[in-house]
């Protein structure tokens, strides 16, 4: 991995849209307007008490859920990948807790050594069912990493086959992807997630949560209304396997 651009200043808001298309066993797509933050894990936004409500990062909602910091969470969990040298900066990409509500489908964490190198990026998934699951990619130079699939996410795929993720460090752009590969070749799969940068000053939160209300008890209704939709396609529902073991998951 090579040093990427220099990211934008944290803490940063991102006003973006994101997509998903199926093309396989039915053809299917989403789009869904929302907001992510991008902050540093060890210097998270201080918000004024009133604006408190509209974004809290809590370490209860990452990781095992027990860690008493973000930090600690991520460390642990890259140490049990064998992984020691993440000494510096980390930029965490999620959805804050709204409301006292949050669904994080995908998290990620750009990890750099002390020198600012970049070390990893963990790419955190959750699904609707409450389990989490954490995949440590090395991304070459333009951000693209493969990996196997190990966690059950959608009901309507089964655990197989491989992402191809394309995660470089957010700037002024935000633009990610991640598509879904079957050993024989197909991909019926692929999510992106695309924005622009905004500054995360009182009035760009207060703009952004006017135009986005409730921004994540939208994201987890929008899942479950496409879901019914798939499902009323006549999508089977994949029987769910028991989640992988993870060490470190504090």
């Given at each position: 991995?090579?040093?990427?651009?220099?990211?934008?200043?944290?803490?940063?808001?991102?006003?973006?849209?994101v997509?998903h298309?199926?093309?396989?066993?039915?053809?299917?797509?989403?789009r869904?307007?929302?907001?992510?933050?991008?902050?540093?894990?060890d210097?998270?936004?201080?918000?004024?008490?009133?604006?408190?409500?509209?974004?809290?990062?809590?370490?209860?909602?990452?990781?095992?859920?027990?860690?008493?910091?973000?930090r600690?969470?991520?460390?642990?969990?890259?140490?049990?990948?064998?992984?020691?040298n993440?000494d510096?900066?980390?930029?965490m990409?999620?959805?804050?807790r709204?409301?006292?509500?949050?669904?994080?489908?995908?998290?990620?964490?750009?990890?750099?050594?002390?020198?600012?190198?970049?070390?990893?990026?963990?790419a955190?998934?959750?699904?609707?069912?409450?389990?989490?699951?954490?995949?440590?990619?090395?991304?070459?130079?333009?951000?693209?990493?493969?990996?196997?699939?190990?966690?059950?996410?959608?009901?309507?795929?089964?655990?197989?086959?491989?992402y191809?993720?394309?995660?470089?460090?957010?700037?002024?752009?935000?633009?990610?992807?991640?598509q879904?590969?079957?050993?024989?070749?197909?991909?019926p799969?692929?999510?992106?997630?695309r924005?622009?940068?905004?500054?995360?000053g009182?009035?760009?939160?207060?703009?952004?949560?006017?135009?986005?209300?409730?921004?994540t008890?939208?994201?987890?209704?929008?899942?479950?209304?496409?879901?019914?939709?798939l499902?009323?396609?006549?999508?089977?529902?994949?029987?769910?396997?028991?989640?992988?073991t993870?060490?470190?998951?504090?």
């Open positions: 991995m090579t040093t990427p651009p220099t990211a934008p200043a944290v803490p940063a808001l991102y006003t973006c849209e997509a298309t199926r093309i396989r066993p039915v053809c299917h797509s989403l869904q307007r929302t907001y992510l933050w991008l902050v540093d894990i210097d998270l936004p201080r918000l004024p008490r009133p604006l408190r409500p509209l974004a809290r990062f809590d370490p209860r909602d990452h990781f095992g859920g027990r860690a008493p910091s973000l600690t969470g991520l460390d642990a969990c890259l140490a049990s990948h064998g992984i020691g993440v510096g900066r980390v930029l990409l999620t959805h804050a709204v409301f006292g509500h949050v669904f994080n489908p995908l998290t990620l964490y750009w990890c750099h050594d002390r020198a600012g190198r970049p070390v990893c990026v963990v955190e998934v959750h699904n609707t069912y409450g389990g989490r699951h954490c995949y440590v990619l090395r991304p070459d130079a333009d951000g693209r990493a493969d990996v196997a699939k190990e966690f059950y996410v959608s009901p309507f795929f089964d655990v197989e086959g491989s191809r993720m394309r995660l470089p460090l957010p700037g002024e752009r935000l633009d990610l992807a991640v879904l590969r079957h050993d024989d070749g197909s991909r799969f692929t999510a992106t997630v924005g622009r940068h905004r500054p995360a009182m009035r760009g939160l207060l703009r952004a949560a006017l135009r986005h209300p409730w921004s008890a939208a994201v987890s209704a929008g899942i479950c209304r496409h879901g019914i939709r499902y009323l396609k006549g999508l089977p529902v994949r029987p769910r396997p028991a989640p992988p993870q060490e470190g998951m504090l």
